[in-house]
């Protein structure tokens, strides 16, 4: 087992021992299971898998859609440090759907580079938080 | 003697005032320990990041990386956290005032000044002073920012620094030492440093991989790190706010309780002088007609 802390600066989201955790980093996604080699990688906006036991099954998994952090793994600890982590069960899809349309409005009318920037940080941010919302929906 | 009318009058508005002030006082007092609590919750944040920093120190030379080069400070660049509500007692003229007094001594040394300002109240005062030169002004961002509020700001001072444009960056908050103590204080987030306070006590991390490199590691750290600051200082600030806002409201309240009942005496004595004299008047009558 290894021992799993997601830190957020809204304070500790997950802190306990798992078999296994799926994390999306700069170098493309990768999976910790114990005895992990000692690792400090960049993590990028996408989703975080997590399973608890070795027999759980994909569709039980713990879900986390995080935006840009770092991510540890040292001595079966793994720490990943991240702005917002947003779990399945605190997701709403129909407003995580709204505010991807926003988005995407923002996107459209975006009138310069830099806006232009801004609006797809925030659809690519919000389509993660909508696939983490929609997984939420096939588990029932 | 007021008449009675206009005493009645003058004290049915008071009482109406201390039903507002007294609905402040309490919506500030739960905006304030909701402030508090988020704020505790970065702590964990903010000591995992600066222990890996220390140790990211331990293999790496930090000082080359652009945003711990200290440089001669020709320009200062001052991040101020203030509101966009005023009632708030001495909340924004406090770090005003912190702002002011370091740009007089930044005048004397030759040290250009910029600002960065948060909140329309800091905005519509530092926009008259030209000593100052304003960069951007962000709204207030309420009672809950979230990562995706200060981003701009961390992106801004980062560029700043590493185009040399400034050469120092310091942050202007109030720090919440309790609910009766604010003190506007200011703190210097470029150049980053890292305290290590022990170095044999920090683990090396010699054996470590990094992916896709101890650069690329080092910037996220450190952005992390700024990161959490200034998301501290905003709850902080944010505490701060609602605390001094309960204060100067509960004093509000109270000073409305004291006019209302030398209202009520004022009242009461003009009533029992118009009955005095009414009397008088009946008596004096009577006593005419004999």
Do not use: C
């Not at chain 2, 250009?112 to 002004?137: C, E, P, S, W, Y």
């Amino acid at each position: 087992m290894i021992h799993f802390t997601l830190y957020s600066l809204d304070g500790v989201k997950f802190d306990d021992q798992v078999y296994e955790v799926i994390i999306p980093t700069l170098d493309g996604i990768i999976g910790v299971l114990p005895g992990h080699m000692p690792l400090i990688s960049v993590a990028t906006d996408g989703v975080i898998l997590v399973r608890r036991t070795a027999t759980e099954r994909d569709d039980q998994r713990d879900v986390f859609a995080i935006s840009g952090g770092t991510v540890q793994v040292e001595n079966d600890q793994l720490r990943v440090l991240v702005d917002e982590a947003d779990s399945a069960d605190s997701l709403n899809e129909k407003e995580v759907q709204d505010a991807y349309e926003r988005a995407k409005n923002l996107k459209a009318n975006a009138k310069d580079h830099v806006s232009l920037q801004n609006a797809q940080a925030m659809m690519d941010r919000h389509a993660v938080r909508l696939q983490v919302a929609s997984m939420k929906r096939r588990k029932k | 003697m007021a008449s009675t009318q206009i005493l009645q009058r003058r004290r049915k508005s008071v009482q109406s005032t201390r039903q507002i002030t007294k609905a402040m006082e309490l919506v500030a007092a739960s905006k304030m320990r909701r402030a508090t609590e988020v704020a505790q919750q970065g702590r964990s944040y903010r000591k995992a990041a600066h222990e890996l920093l220390s140790r990211l120190s331990t293999v790496t030379d930090i000082v080359d990386h652009p945003l711990y080069t200290k440089r001669e400070v020709k320009t200062r660049l001052y991040v101020a956290i203030t509101s966009d509500r005023g009632l708030a007692g001495a909340y924004n003229s406090n770090i005003i005032k912190l702002l002011t007094k370091a740009a007089q001594q930044d005048q004397k040394d030759n040290i250009t000044t910029k600002a960065i300002i948060i909140g329309n109240r800091g905005v519509q005062f530092i926009k008259r002073i030209d000593a100052i030169d304003l960069l951007a002004a962000f709204p207030s961002f309420g009672d809950h920012p979230t990562a995706n509020d200060i981003r701009p700001i961390l992106t801004s001072i980062s560029e700043l620094y590493e185009n040399k444009e400034v050469d120092d960056v310091q942050l202007l908050y109030t720090v919440h030492q309790s609910n009766i103590a604010q003190v506007a204080t200011s703190l210097s987030l470029l150049p980053a440093r890292v305290d290590v306070s022990d170095p044999d006590a920090v683990e090396s991390l010699n054996d470590v991989t990094f992916e896709p490199s101890i650069t690329a590691v080092l910037d996220n750290v450190t952005e992390r790190l700024l990161e959490v600051q200034i998301w501290q200082a905003m709850l902080e600030s944010i505490a701060s706010e609602h605390s001094m806002r309960m204060l100067s409201m509960k004093n509000a309240t109270d000073n409305a309780n004291d006019l209302i009942d030398d209202l009520t005496l004022a009242f009461n004595t003009a009533r029992q002088a118009n009955i005095t004299q009414e009397i008088a008047e009946v008596t004096g009558g009577a006593e005419a007609m004999k």
